[in-house]
């Protein structure tokens, strides 16, 4: 949807360059395009139809006649519009309730409910400092138990255990038990999914839901599942008082209506969007952001964000210290910067955060390229002894031809890598006196947290 909708409204703007006020005319042009992208992008016809009717009222409103860029005007509204339809500003979990605050996990098979209740096990660990438990009540997928074992461990969350042969009612019941008598914050429970909507599985989580009375309901859903999305919602809205949504895979190759359809469908807030499938890819669902990134505007919040989470400023200072000491800027740090940048998502998930305009100039086909460099590099520096990676000048002709072979590259691939090497020594070495640091507290907003300077790949 997004980049669908992005170059719609590109060619919008370019073509009504020129053109002193917003008409009838060009907003039917301009409405045309939405409504296909829209549709393409599998929203719901009754929201694309709502959401049309809206832009075009506000449009043809006292607000913007007479603009001078109305294009740009109309890109507004839609950008406006868009984020009321997701729901304006941040919905954060509501853990206000006698500990254990309990939470609720809903969705069909495949979603992600899972992975996700291990994800936000460790986002209310690490951004609300909460102590978490979980426990699983799907009794009928193999492995689900052992799942949710496994990502919770990850997650640094602590697991209560269950079996296939117990009932879900009394899974839970245990549960909040073991969770009152060990003073947990938050229980979070992880309920069972089905290939589609049944009888059975809701009269089930029905029981779970006046069993747990959670504080909160989350509707778990996949991003990718389209017009399906719209009748899930619905079933499981009448079902249970859902309290807020999670999208799932909201970083894969989709078309992405779902976030539209569901928040209009149910009325419920969307809390989250797992944007990776690392144990941290969980990030609080930002309309008026999530906007900006449908529009082709970008989200340079989350870009800064990420930077800042994935830099260990410790290893920063350390570097920071050996460079203005006088020490040379070795291949074990050039390795570290490698790995920096891998924690950070890698080239390409911050070119995503990037304006489109900005995105479109980088280029995929070259952030790949680029991320499969620093593979490469990373493949050859392993293959070097630690005293190689420390004394770089010692690698000459016989030790390339020995490293090449290692990393499973040619010659020529170890002379780019070192040739890659020198040109950041050198930039360290002009950073001596303090430069580094400045630098690094510049880019991490007043020295609390920090990025080091990227490499050209």
């Known amino acids: 949807m997004a980049s669908a909708l992005s170059e719609r ?40 139809r709502d959401f049309i009717a809206r832009v075009k009222d506000k449009a043809l409103g006292q607000e913007v006649v007479g603009s001078l860029s109305p294009g740009q005007a109309l890109v507004g509204i839609v950008h406006r519009e868009l ?9 954060d979990l509501n853990l206000a309730t006698q500990p254990p605050a309990v939470i609720l996990m809903a969705g069909l098979q495949g979603a992600g409910k899972t992975t996700t209740t291990a994800k936000l096990a460790k986002h209310l660990i ?12 799907d009794v009928y997928r193999p492995a689900a138990i052992e799942q949710l074992k496994t990502v919770t461990r990850q997650a640094g969350a602590e697991w209560f255990p269950s079996q296939p042969d117990q009932k ?12 009152r008598k060990h003073y947990f914050d938050v229980l979070l429970v992880d309920t069972a999914g089905r290939l589609a909507i049944d009888e059975a599985l809701m009269a089930e989580i029905k029981d779970l839901h006046a069993t747990l009375n959670p504080i909160e309901t989350l509707f778990v859903v996949d991003a990718m599942q389209g017009q399906d999305a719209i009748n899930t919602a619905k079933a499981f809205k009448e079902a249970l008082p859902l309290s807020g949504i999670v999208l799932t895979k909201l970083d894969g190759d989709s078309r992405g209506g779902a976030a539209l359809s569901v928040r209009a469908i149910t009325g419920a807030p969307i809390k989250f969007a797992g944007v990776s499938e690392k144990i941290d890819g969980l990030e609080v669902f930002d309309a008026d952001r999530h906007a900006g990134r449908v529009l082709g505007m970008g989200d340079i919040v989350a870009l800064v964000e990420e930077v800042q989470k994935g830099v260990d400023l410790e290893s920063a200072q350390k570097l920071a210290e050996k460079v203005k000491s006088g020490a040379d800027f070795d291949l074990n740090d050039f390795l570290l910067q ?36 620093m593979r490469r590099m990373e493949g050859i520096i ?28 040619q010659v020529q691939e170890v002379n780019r890598m070192l040739n890659q090497y020198e040109q950041m020594r050198d930039m360290m070495k002009k950073m ?23 490499f050209g790949a």
């Open 168 to 179: 879900p009612h009394d899974i839970a019941l245990a549960a909040i038990d073991y969770a």
């Open 338 to 373: 490698l790995s920096q940048m891998k924690k950070m998502g890698g080239l390409s998930s911050l070119v995503d955060k990037l304006p489109a305009a900005m995105a479109a100039k980088a280029g995929q086909a070259d952030m790949n390229k680029a991320e499969r460099d």
């Open 9 to 48: 409204l590109s060619r919008l703007v370019k073509s009504m360059r020129g053109q002193a006020r917003i008409t009838e005319s060009n907003v039917q042009d301009m409405l045309r395009e939405i409504r296909m992208a829209l549709l393409e992008a599998d929203v719901a016809l009754p929201v694309v």
């Open 432 to 454: 001596r006196g303090g430069g580094l640091m400045k630098m690094i507290k510049r880019m991490g907003g007043g020295g609390r947290r920090g990025g080091l300077p990227g």
């Open 83 to 91: 984020t009321a339809t997701m729901g304006a500003g941040v919905a």
């Open 382 to 409: 392993h293959s070097m002894t630690p005293l190689e990676r420390s004394k770089p000048d010692l690698i000459k002709a016989s030790r390339k031809r020995r490293i090449a072979a290692g990393a499973g590259v």
């Open 126 to 137: 690490e951004r609300r400092k909460k102590k978490v438990l979980t426990v699983s009540a």
